[in-house]
């Protein structure tokens, strides 16, 4: 299969270089100093987004800084990550993107979210919420050895894809 991964950060190209290990994985993100082994680097979105069969996006959601996990929020009122990037990231994705193609969000977002806001942004292909359930210190190892992988789409056919996909990596 061939892959594109867009958001190359901590997350992302630990994922993309286990992604790459099986696939011919093209990686984007904005930083495009990143030091890569087995993934390709673009300098462009549009170039690892189109021909490929999957792209995977995890790109940042930031939230307030009170809602780091250092402390209780129960008292504090509740509040979203901030979507911006991941909305405009999505957008553009949309413009290039051809409509076999299944584009899957790893980012973080609160349940609901991709219903509302961020499956309607991709108008021309498939969309799967899978969101990586892994520690920032163990990225590549809890990629490859999960407690459980989440594909949430009411497309079984998707959900097969990512199967498959996922098979020779886990």
């Known amino acids: ?10 997350l992302g190209l630990p994922c993309a270089e286990v ?6 994985v093209i990686g984007y ?4 100093n990143k030091d ?11 170039h690892a987004v189109n021909d490929r069969d999957i792209i995977f996006v995890a ?3 930031p939230h307030h800084s009170e809602y780091d996990g250092s402390k ?12 911006t990037i991941l909305e405009q ?10 409509e076999d193609a299944l584009v899957v969000l790893v980012s973080t977002v609160l349940p609901g979210t991709v219903r509302t806001r961020l499956a309607p942004l991709i108008t021309k292909a498939n969309f799967v919420y899978n969101p990586y359930l892994i520690a920032m210190g163990s990225v590549a190892w809890d990629m490859v050895n999960p407690e459980m992988v989440i594909i949430g789409t009411q497309d079984t056919a ?11 990596l886990m």
Do not use: Q, R, W
């Not at 890569?36 to 549009?46: F, G, H, N, R, T």
């Not at 209780?72 to 979507?83: M, Q």
């Open 72 to 83: 209780p929020t129960s008292h504090l009122p509740n509040k979203d990550f901030d979507y």
């Open 36 to 46: 890569v082994d087995k993934v390709i680097l673009s300098a462009k979105l549009e």
């Open 59 to 61: 790109v940042p959601t």
């Open 89 to 98: 990231v999505l957008v553009d994705i949309d413009k290039h993107v051809h």
């Open 29 to 32: 993100d904005p930083d495009n």
């Open 1 to 10: 299969m061939n892959v594109g991964f867009i958001g190359l950060g901590k």
């Open 158 to 168: 998707y959900a097969d894809t990512l199967k498959k996909f996922y098979s020779p």
């Open 19 to 24: 992604m790459a290990s099986h696939y011919n």
